[in-house]
């Protein structure tokens, strides 16, 4: 994993297409302005597509729930 420190206002690059701003800081909160184009799928990680949440309790051992 890399970690990078970011103040307001500055941006992080991945790739060429996908640009991250540090857009407010707020009591231990921050807000994040992410630029990519329309096809690359950005999720929270709560709403990760079913794969990625199968993955997630796998690694943390916990039992998948299916409905």
Do not use: H
């Not at 991945?14 to 990519?36: Q, S």
């Amino acid at each position: 994993m890399l970690v990078l420190s970011r103040k307001l206002g500055e941006k992080i690059y991945i790739g060429e297409n996908v640009c991250i701003t540090v857009v407010d800081i707020d009591r231990g909160k921050i807000r994040l302005g992410i630029e990519a184009p329309r096809d690359v799928p950005i999720y929270r990680q709560e709403l990760l597509p079913l794969k990625g949440n199968e993955v997630n309790a796998t690694a943390n051992q916990t039992p998948a729930v299916t409905r």
